[in-house]
C-alpha cells in the first residue's frame, strides 16, 4: 500500500499532462493543462492577468465618467456665473468728468425728444437751482440718464461735500483748537460724519444694483432701503450740527459753513429717491437742455 504522504491534501487540485487519446477530443485539448477529471484548466498567472485588466479597464472608465461629470459642473456653474454677473455687475454712474456707466445709456433708437425734461424734476425739490447746477457738470457725452443715475449723480455730490466737511473735522480736531465745548461737539460730530459717510455710500451702492428687467418687489425693496441709508445719513448730519447750538467759536464757524453745503444735494436726492419709488426704473430724462 501506497503511503498517505503520497496522497494530495483536502482542496489540492492534482494537475497532469494527459495525452489526447485518453481523452475525447471534447473534453481536451493537445498540451492543455488538464484536471483529473479532464476540465481545462486555466493557469492562475493568466487569471490574474485577465483580472489586472479587468481592473484597468474599470478605473479608466471611472475616471472617464468623473471628468465628464466635472466638465458638466463647470459648465453650469459658468453659465450661473454670467447670469448673476448680469444681474448685479451693474455700475453707478461716474462721476462728472468720467465715462459714464454703459448700462445707463438709452437705446440706440431713442432719441432726446423722447426724454422727460430735467426742469420740472428739479423743479420738484425744494433746492431747483442748485438741482441744476449740479447737473451742469453731468458728462456732457451722456444726453440720456435714467432716474436711478440721476439720483445716484447727486448722491454722489452730496458725499463729495461731505468727505470734505468731515476731513475739515478731523484737521480741527487734531489742532486742539476752539472751546471745551466746541471740542466736545466736534468729538461727536466726528463720529456722526463717519457713520453718515457710511450710510451715503451704501445708498449709491444700492443704487447701483438697481437694472429694469429685476422683479419688482426686488426694486423696490432696494429702493426702500436707498432712501432709508439716505435718510439716516441726513439725520446723522444735522445731529453733528445739532450738537454746536449754544457753543461758539471758530471751529463751529468753519465747519457749520462747509457743512451747510452738503445739505441741499441730499435733499434732492432724498426726493428723487421718493420719485423712483414711485414709478419705477423705465423713466429717462434728458440731461442737457432741460426742456423748460
Known sequence: MKSSSNLPSSGEVVYSKIAVSSFPSSEAAPGKLHALDGNEIVPPHKVRDFCASCGVRIIGCALGALAICLLVILLIRGHGDNIKGKLYSRSP???PGTSPSPASEAPSNFSQSNALPLYPLCNSTDEPQVCLEIFSTFPKKQ??????????????????KLNESYALAVTLSNGGNGSDGEKAALQDCLDLLDS??????????????????????????????????????????DTCWDGFDGVDGDVKDQLLKLGQRVGPPMHIALRFAKKLQDVGLSSLYAVHGHGR
Open 143 to 160: 444726453s440720456i440718464a435714467a432716474l436711478q443715475d440721476l439720483t445716484s449723480f447727486v448722491s454722489k455730490d452730496a458725499l463729495y
Open 93 to 95: 454712474i461716474e462721476a
Open 196 to 237: 453718515a459717510k457710511d450710510d451715503l455710500t451704501g445708498s449709491i451702492t444700492r443704487l447701483s444694483q438697481l437694472i429694469p428687467n429685476n422683479d419688482t418687489v426686488y426694486v423696490t425693496k432696494n429702493v426702500m432701503n436707498v432712501r432709508v441709508l439716505l435718510s439716516s445719513s441726513l439725520t446723522e448730519q
